[in-house]
């Protein structure tokens, strides 16, 4: 175990207007969550990362991506060196 706090779960959560298809809801949301067990050591094991959504449109894959870099740089902000 770290000599000093470590993040161990956060859950980032982002809306958007539903797509122009009509094939979602009026609003989309996804959720990022990183997890930890008791005992796991974030600095040498990292997290489990869960994505949650209802529905969640993009036109292309670096939309996706992206959003992935933002929620990892938010972790990695909040003290993870991963």
């Given at each position: 175990?770290?000599?000093?706090?470590?993040?161990?779960?956060?859950?980032?959560?982002?809306?958007?207007?539903?797509?122009?298809?009509?094939?979602?809801?009026?609003?989309?949301d996804?959720?990022?969550?990183?997890?930890?067990?008791?005992?796991?050591?974030?600095?040498?094991?990292?997290?489990?990362?869960?994505?949650?959504?209802?529905?969640?449109?993009?036109?292309?894959?670096?939309?996706?991506?992206?959003?992935?870099?933002?929620?990892?740089?938010?972790?990695?902000?909040?003290?993870?060196?991963?």
């Open positions: 175990m770290a000599e000093f706090p470590q993040l161990t779960d956060a859950k980032f959560s982002f809306m958007q207007d539903g797509n122009t298809d009509g094939t979602t809801g009026d609003i989309e996804i959720t990022f969550e990183i997890e930890t067990v008791p005992g796991m050591d974030t600095e040498e094991e990292g997290f489990y990362y869960v994505i949650r959504t209802g529905g969640w449109s993009f036109n292309d894959l670096d939309e996706l991506s992206n959003l992935v870099n933002k929620v990892k740089n938010m972790v990695m902000a909040a003290g993870d060196k991963k």
